[in-house]
Structure formats: C-alpha cells, structure tokens
C-alpha cells in the first residue's frame, strides 16, 4: 500500500494541498543534477497553467538534496535546482516579482521506514518545494466595483472615435494559453453581442503576454510556437466572427509584451480592440 502511495506521488500529472491558505507542488530531480527532467516539467508546467485562474500574493521556490553528499555541494545543487524552477515560472508567464523566495536548504536527512526502501527515500529528498499563497478572495462589494468600473460591452455601445483602446479586462487567459478562462466566457460573450451592434465600427484585435524578457512573445503551450500573443488575438478574432461579427471589420496582431500596463501582470495575459474606422454616416 505504502509503494502504491509513492508511486501516485510521483506520477500525477499535478495535485495541490491546501494548506492554511497555501497550494503546494513538488519537482523532482535525478541524483547530483539540476536538471529538470521532462516528465518533472511537464507535471509542473501543468501546475502552472493551473495557476493561470489564481489572484496570487506570492510563490516561495525550496530546493533540496538528499543525504549522500558533503554539506557545501548539497547547498550548492540545492540553489541550482531552486533557480531552474524559477527560471521555468519566469519563462512561462509567471512575473518574477511574485517569487520572493528561492532558496537552497541542503539535504535532507534520511528517515529509514524500511531499509530496502531507502533509494526510494533519497528520490523523493531529490527535489524542489513550491508554495504558492493565494491572495484573499474578495469580497462582494469590491466584485461589484470591479464589474462596474470594466464594463466593456457598455463602453462599446458609447461613442467613439479612430485611435479609441478599449482593453478587455475581464477577459483574462490561461498561463501559457490562448484560450480564456472560465470566468471570462461570460464576458466575452456580450462584448461579442454588442460588437455585432456596433457595425460602424472596424478594428484590430491586439493580443499580449506578461513577463517574458526582453519583449519576445511567449511560448503557446499547445502549438509550441512562440507566438502566444497572435494566437490569444486570433483566438478573440475567431470567437467574434463565430458570434456574428464581420470579418471585414476585423484584423489581428500579436503585441508580444511591448506594453505591459503595469499592474498586476495577471492583467497583461490580456487582448484589447484598437478602433481603426467609424463610419459616421
């Protein structure tokens, strides 16, 4: 039963623990590498997309060793095992600024539970901790302002002009996807509506990323492209044109992250309309 237990642990594609108010996820690594091994990334890139539907305050990266070797080289392999888990959050979609910890511990000790299951121990003592805290959910009323404040389909039925920006705020995305989140569909749904309306207007889709380096796109994780930011815009332009919107009022581009708002980087994982044409007769 014991054997059945580890090996579950060790081949779920992701799992979290709740535990006063932090989710829990764990990589593990090959003896004396830092490496992270490719059923080990994929376990945790799925976590991470999971993560992509979470307001988070902060996510703390621990890596350890098991016992076999000196105190300085456990410390060392440690950190490097830490930093290979936070480079992956950082390519990925997750912004650098909500890692404050990432931190090497050494080894730790061995417990024997049973002698012939020893190499098993020092596997699971192979590894990197990730503790990721949640921010308190909110509560009704901050909702309703939010609601409030970022109602886009009633903005698109209000005047506007050439040049006119509406960001789709609500409409946020999947970490490393193009699809839109359960909350979002909603939403979507009667910025589509109203567009249909509003056949004065024409406009280009803009899609964006967060927290790549240096302004290149991200990674979609289904195609494998680096072209995150295209494809969340022609994931929009795609659901208009099904809902009724012409396509001959509509383009689509790929931003990359040359625009970050500035905020909350949950908020650049976002696709905004740039009003191109209004027929005003």
Avoid: W
Wanted: charged share 35%; with cysteine; hydrophobic share 35%.
């Amino acid at each position: 039963m014991k054997k059945l237990i580890i090996l579950l642990i060790l081949i779920l594609n992701v799992y979290f623990v709740y535990s006063q108010n932090k989710i829990a996820h764990e990589v593990y690594f090959n003896t004396d590498e830092y490496d992270v091994p490719l059923t080990e990334e994929n376990r945790l890139l799925l976590f991470i997309s999971n993560l992509g539907e979470i307001d988070i305050e902060s996510i703390s990266i621990f890596g350890f060793c098991d016992d076999r070797g000196a105190d300085t080289y456990n410390l060392k392999l440690s950190q490097q095992r830490a930093d290979a888990i936070k480079t992956i959050f950082s390519n990925n979609e997750i912004s650098e600024s909500l890692i404050t910890n990432v931190d090497g511990k050494g080894e730790i000790l061995l417990k024997i539970v049973n002698e012939k299951s020893i190499s098993k121990i020092r596997g699971l003592n192979r590894k990197v901790e990730v503790v990721v805290k949640p921010k308190p959910p909110k509560t009704k009323e901050e909702k309703k302002i939010v609601e409030e404040k970022k109602n886009v389909p009633e903005i698109i039925k209000g005047k506007l002009s050439v040049g006119d920006k509406i960001v789709f705020e609500n409409i946020l995305f999947k970490t490393g996807y193009s699809t839109v989140a359960k909350d979002s569909k909603k939403t979507l749904e009667d910025i589509a509506k109203s567009l249909v309306e509003r056949e004065d207007i024409y406009f280009t889709i803009q899609g964006h990323v967060c927290c790549t380096k240096f302004s290149r796109d991200a990674i979609d994780r289904k195609t494998k492209k680096r072209n995150l930011s295209l494809a969340r815009a022609k994931y929009i332009y795609d659901y208009f044109a099904k809902k009724g919107v012409e396509k001959k009022r509509m383009k689509y581009v790929g931003m990359r992250r040359k625009f970050p708002l500035g905020g909350d980087p949950k908020f650049d994982r976002r696709v905004e309309i740039l009003i191109t044409y209004v027929n005003d007769n």
